[in-house]
């Protein structure tokens, strides 16, 4: 054998490796839906510190309604309520994970908004929420328009719409801004913010925690919002299957396990199911 | 939509983060070399248990993430009565970690100093400061210039930590970019892009006023 | 005054970085061997690839290194957990300081090393046994245990990922307790002991390298 032209062979490496590559870009056209159920196993995207919802509790474990909620539709598809794992990330991780397929869906206290939902695809919710504001009793603010002084610090997450609200409402006051919802906490709790803004059940639990040093102001920032499950935008039959699962959580045939882990966190009654039930 | 596109509408908005990592690393890099250099001088002057003393600090913060501090100082300062902002926390942590490097790169530098100069020093009456500040320091100084280009390059990068703590440097304009636009690519790219180009220049500032200062 | 079950926990969260560590430090000098073949290639080409690698790797901080490979490189993404991923990272990372270390060390061979080599007329490979390699490792060892503390100290950069390790472990246990200065005073212990350590480990490596003859000198 005479001698190898060294970029022929490069040449045909390169060539090979494209011809190989070509199959995998047919893949993409299979369901989310299919790819779960084959896998056995679902991947859900979370924050983990914001309480009730999912945060870490004393033993290292990862639990809270929305941990809860997952695990209900990994039992809807597996029939087994283990077969769920969580990628941990801070707040602009969430869609990265979801764009890139590293998860399946998301959770975690995410509210849905119009211009979120470029991104990221919704379900119908599967909580209420709201935004409400912590604050340090020692501050002796009382309501929201107390707050918009310069010599009050909000703390907020990293996202364009809280950066919004705290324009809108008070945009006098200094900001801050961090990554986690419990770097939030860490910073009123330290003194460094004298309020932050969350999801007002993140805020009546680490007011409950902390009764003597902070409290939540009545009212929510604007309106009632909705808390749903996320996803890549596109695969219908994915979204379909999870708004079809949530729907009957809320309203539905799982009325019942809905309303069990709605207790254990919230220590009430869920909405009822339709508005002509009683319960 | 392209690389190009989305840097000619966002690219201008990271001028405010490379303001502040600059800005951060450039007081934080003198009071680094400042507080090393008053390590050296407790190390030189107070005996054996001023090195002792010093030895015990530069083990602790060699052996320890320069994280630690940075949470300690941001979050629980406040609670003793220390609310200091955020950029002063950021870094006072990294001045006292870099400083402890820097007092060990001095300190090997010392050793090069010919005794004859200390005896010189002595009879002509030169308290220990007076000789620590005209005689040690300007020639620990120049024997240690790479080495101390080499720990400011660290420290600046080090800052990308500050993000932890709400300081809008670039690596924190990255994460808001990405939030905001969706982009994380390119946000992340770019950032990438502007601290090898602020490595780059310091490197290259360090090299030449090596070169300046040893043919004086 | 110690939180109840936070010791177990800090001791898990160190237990998970001296492991990230370990297997960054594995990955990486299997890596940075590979980098300072490269280094010392005759094809220029490749030796400018290595130049660029290690360029990159230390002129971008291990936090934008991370977040760019976690968020926008879709290929890392699929499949791996967040320990895969900050192993890969720091891998990365280590790779090319490790690589810069073994280069220092072969370029550290006084030149008569290299001409009593040639003249004994070796293969290079019984060469590189004989002769390189026990010289780079004493002259790279110090370094070597250097970034090997470096490495246990970055992974607590992985925790602005939200990689569970000790630094995370110590912020949640804050976050609930709020005993700032016990935890973090506990969570550098901890890594105290694990850095200081290895350090200690490799002076006495060190030693026993020098006292047995190693490269050639009988005691």
Known sequence: MGKVDVRHVWAAVLLATLVVMSPAAGAEEKSRLDVVLERGKLIVVTLTTVPPFAFNDEKGQLVGFDIDIARLLAQALFKDPTKVEFVSVTAEGRWPAIESGRADMGVGGTTTYPDRAIRVAFTRPFIDSGISILVSKKSGIKTVADLNQDKFTVASLNNPQMADRAKRFFPKAKALTFDTPAAQFLAVRSGRATALQIDTPSAEYWAAQNKDELEVLPGLLGASQNNGVFMKPGDFKWWLWLDTAVAELRTGSWYPQYAEIYQKWFGKNPPPQKFYLSQ | MSFARWVSIYGSTYWTGLAWTAFIALWASFGAVVWGCVLLLIRLSAGRWGARGVDAYVQLFRNTPVLLPI????????????????????????????????????????????????????????????????????????????????????????????????????????????EQTGAAYEAFIVVALLYLVLVSSTEVLFRVAHHAVRWR | MIPPGSLALLAQGAAVSLLLAAAAIVGGTVLAIV??????????????????YVYIVRGTPLLVLALLLFYAMPALDLRTGPYIAGTLVLIIYTGALFAEVFRGGVLAIPRPQWESARSLGLPPVAMFRKIVAPLVTRYT?????????????????????????????????????????????????????????????????????????????RA
């Open chain 2, 71 to 178: 949470y300690l100082i941001y979050f629980a300062f406040p609670m003793i009565g220390l609310p200091w902002p955020a950029v002063v926390c950021g870094g006072l942590a990294l001045i006292l970690q870099n400083g402890a490097y820097i007092s060990e790169v001095l300190r090997g530098s010392v050793n090069a100093i010919d005794r004859v100069q200390f005896d010189a020093a002595r009879s002509l009456g030169l308290a220990p400061w007076g000789t620590f500040r005209k005689v040690v320091l300007p020639q620990v100084l120049v024997y240690s210039l790479p080495a101390l280009g080499n720990q400011v390059v660290l420290l600046l990068k080090d800052t990308s930590l500050l993000s932890a703590i709400s300081i809008t440097e670039l690596t924190m304009q990255a994460k808001l970019l990405t």
């Open chain 3, 35 to 52: 980098l300072a073949a490269a280094a010392f290639s005759r094809i220029a080409a490749v030796r400018a690839l290595y130049r660029v």
């Open chain 3, 141 to 217: 060892l110090p370094p070597y245990v250097n970034v090997c503390v470096m490495t246990v100290k970055a992974s607590s950069v992985l925790s602005i990922i939200s990689v569970w390790e000790l630094t995370l472990a110590a912020r949640e246990i804050i976050e609930r307790t709020f005993a700032v200065f016990t935890i973090l005073g506990l969570a550098a212990a901890f890594y105290f002991v694990m850095c200081f350590g290895i350090d200690r480990l490799g002076r006495r490596v060190e030693r026993r390298l020098a006292l047995r003859g190693f490269a050639g000198e």
